[in-house]
């Protein structure tokens, strides 16, 4: 049943689209109309006949906006239920956006510090679903960058240095469903050097060494080391990783940086603990 409330808001809003702009605008006011309530329906979704009664919009309209979400990865469609799901293109956007609060907020620090002794540029990675999104980038002072990974990159799992670091992390069963869903989708196609082999080739190895080595396997003469991010339940939640080109990765490098990595990563694992629990003492406070 179409909740009364939700109905009414969002009619008001298409209503006062309406009158604002008959041209673009209207048709943007409309598209947020429909990530909103389709952001509302929560995890069991929105079903298109849903969204056409709560947007009065006639259904031709609706269901062509809804595809041309999908196309741009705002918007998912669960092809079992049909029904709309909030697309992971809003998860990166807003993850991008949370800068305030969380692991960019409490690794912010650490990412400076080690571009800063690094010369080179360092990430902060978060894991979604089979996916790594790269939610900051910082640029050391060397004047040869790296181009292989900007914010709001997402890539596989597995795939750059950060990425593998937060599979290694998992557990076996979860290494082998996140490959299995990254092969059944094509989603490392664009990525010839990555097979189910050499990932968990790289598994293996990154587990055996403590970081994760990137040997310019995304983009040719860029190389970069990770290390995973972990929460209370020793579950990665993130990465930081350092990237630079290949003449300034060499091993002895390595073992130079790599201790840098690791101690940074404990640092941010301690401010969100910090945060987590003044966070609860304050609700316990408020009651």
Known sequence: MVDHQRLIAARKVVQSSTRASEGGAQSIDRAATLLLLVG???????????????????????????????????LDQDMTTRAYHIG?????????????????????????????????????????DVYAICLHREDGGYPIRVQALEAGDRHPLGVGAGSLAMLAAMTDAEVETIIAANIADGSLKPHPNYSAARLRDLVRQTRA??????????????????????????????????????????????????PLLQAEAREVERRLAKTKAGAEMGKRGAR
């Open 40 to 74: 509302r329906a929560g995890v069991a979704g929105a079903r298109l006949s849903d969204l056409v009664a709560q947007s009065a919009l006639a259904k031709p309209t609706v269901r062509r906006m809804l595809l041309a979400l999908v196309r741009a990865g705002l």
């Open 88 to 128: 992971p293109e809003i998860y990166a956007l807003g993850t991008l956006a949370s800068t305030r609060f969380g692991i960019h907020g409490a690794a912010l620090r650490s990412l400076v510090r080690l571009s800063e002794h690094s010369g080179d540029t360092a990430f902060l990675s978060v894991p979604r």
């Open 209 to 258: 060494s403590g970081y994760a080595l990137n040997p310019g396997m995304m983009l040719a003469g860029s190389w970069a080391i990770g290390v995973a991010i972990r929460d209370a339940r020793q579950r990665p939640i993130g990465a930081l990783s350092i990237a630079a080109i290949e003449h300034r990765m060499t091993p002895e490098r390595q073992r130079e940086l790599v």
